[in-house]
Nanobody, 127 residues
């Protein structure tokens, strides 16, 4: 079992930055794909970014390319999402998610493939 706890959300003006953190416990994240998803009011949960279990590959949704950066710290067992140049449309609850990584080669952007989820952290971007 992997337990995930997000932090770092808040209220920021458009053009600003936030850094979200996800603290994992129970297992080392070194064997898990770790991703961020988000869900805005009235919308479905959508993929934001993922770092593969090997640490060598990251993938981003088009909405965040060039603005968001995902990283992980194995020693601290954390995953972070640096968000720059934030826009009002980035407003959502952001969720950290994890799934067993080795030998899994697809579906990294699909929420149903992730078994472990945090409780979410609210990000609000004002214009």
């Amino acid at each position: 079992q992997v337990q995930l706890v997000e932090s770092g959300g808040g209220l920021v003006q458009a053009g600003g930055s936030l850094r979200l953190s996800c603290a994992a416990s129970g297992r080392t994240i070194g064997n898990y794909d770790a991703a961020w998803f988000r869900q805005a009011p009235g919308k479905e949960r959508e993929f934001v970014a993922v770092v593969r279990w090997s640490g060598s590959n990251t993938y981003y949704a088009d909405s965040g390319k060039g603005r968001f950066s995902i990283s992980r710290d194995i020693a601290k067992n954390t995953v972070s999402l640096q968000m720059n140049s934030l826009k009002p449309e980035d407003t959502a609850v952001y969720y950290c998610a994890a799934r067993w990584g080795p030998h899994i080669y697809s579906g990294h952007d699909t929420s149903s493939t992730y078994a472990y989820w945090g409780q979410g952290t609210q990000v609000t971007v004002t214009s």
